[in-house]
């Protein structure tokens, strides 16, 4: 079969169509004839600085779409043929994929393989940065960063529909902010935070009123997680989920909690997947129903044929795309 494999760490141009051995699922695997795979942010961290890769050569792809090819020992609930969209822990840029069961699931009613494909990560990582983590209540207000990527998209469109009272994004362009206009947000902040991180915590008080958010979700890190921490409402939440800036780790204690009782939590589904998956199951369910009656959409902005994954980093990491990107496998 054909896979895209990283022989080592670099640009887009590192990534290469090999043909391997058809993978076979072991106990309580499947193996899924993969029809399309979802392309992530964590791809590129994975592919430039190796960020969850084992060992080289790797195989990348965190999700796909396509139907079960095999059972490994001990799987119930899932038939060969079937349609699913499922989580895998690597290989899913590929003719043929293995996850585990817990992380595979039946397409729902309604949604064809090329919808499916944009569900796995996105869906349950946003059900759970506005419910499960960032609690959010109705008539309260939120920021979130990378408002017009895949992540974003979903947040901006579940915020609303969770009632907050508005929803603010950061983007890096205006053709961005309107693109996050049609999908749940109220207003959009552009420019260089990274660099002025202060400007930003002045633009959320303005929008504001001076009183400040009362959840920030950041998946980008660095100067952006202490900007958002200085935006906080009093008894203010932020949640934490990614380091696109490649930023250290950050350190919260004392001195930034207890003055206003702002409070720091974080998510990964990668690691939930490990640590608890009926908590993952249960946030893929309720996301996906949301796909399903309508309230969430997420857009397809770009499909490239497997080979060209490389194409789809680029897109991804020029820092133009919006929505979710794919590649078409079958
Ligand atoms: N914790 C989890 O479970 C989980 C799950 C899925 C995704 N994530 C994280 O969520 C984020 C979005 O993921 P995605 O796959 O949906 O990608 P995406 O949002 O479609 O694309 C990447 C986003 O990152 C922003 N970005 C890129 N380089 C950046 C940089 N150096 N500094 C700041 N921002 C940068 C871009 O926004 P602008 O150009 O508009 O700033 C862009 O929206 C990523 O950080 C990813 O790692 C976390």
């Not at 084992?54 to 609930?77: C, H, K, M, Q």
């Not at 946030?283 to 994954?309: H, I, M, R, Y």
């Amino acid at each position: 079969m054909r896979a895209i494999e990283l022989g080592e760490y670099g640009g887009p141009e590192v990534l290469k169509a090999v043909d391997v051995d058809v993978p076979e699922p072991a106990a309580g695997q499947v193996s899924i004839d993969v029809a399309y795979a979802g392309v992530n942010f964590a791809d590129l961290k994975a592919r430039a600085e190796g960020y969850r890769v084992d060992a080289l050569p790797a195989r990348l792809g965190l999700e796909v779409s396509g139907r079960v090819r095999a059972l490994g020992a001990g799987v119930t609930g899932l038939a060969v043929g079937q349609e699913v969209a499922a989580l895998t822990s690597g290989g899913g840029y590929a003719e043929v994929a293995v996850a585990d069961a817990a992380t595979v699931f039946p397409v729902p009613v309604g949604l064809g393989l090329r919808t499916a494909a944009t569900l796995p990560t996105v869906l349950p990582t946003a059900q759970a940065l506005v419910h499960a983590v960032g609690r959010l209540q109705p008539g309260e207000t939120v920021l979130v960063h990378g408002a017009a990527g895949g992540i974003g998209t979903v947040v901006g469109r579940l915020a609303k529909a969770a009632g907050a009272g508005a929803v603010y994004g950061t983007v890096s362009s205006s053709a961005k902010a309107a693109y996050a206009r049609e999908h749940g947000y109220d207003e959009l902040f552009t420019g260089d935070f990274a660099r002025d991180p202060g400007a930003l915590e002045k633009a959320v008080r303005a929008a504001t009123g001076g009183r400040g958010v009362d959840l920030v979700l950041d998946p980008v890190g660095g100067p952006l997680f202490e900007a958002g921490l200085a935006s906080l409402a009093v008894f203010g939440r932020l949640v934490s989920f990614g380091n696109a800036s490649s930023a250290a780790p950050w350190q919260v204690g004392q001195p930034e909690l207890y003055p206003t009782g702002i409070s720091v939590s974080g998510f990964s589904i990668l690691t939930l997947s490990q640590t608890a998956p009926d908590a993952l199951r249960a946030l893929a369910e309720a996301a996906f129903a949301k796909v399903v009656d309508g309230t969430v959409v997420l857009p397809v902005t770009a499909e490239f044929p497997l080979a060209d994954a490389a194409e789809a980093h680029r897109l991804l990491g020029s820092r133009t795309s919006t929505g979710k990107l794919l590649l078409k496998v079958a």
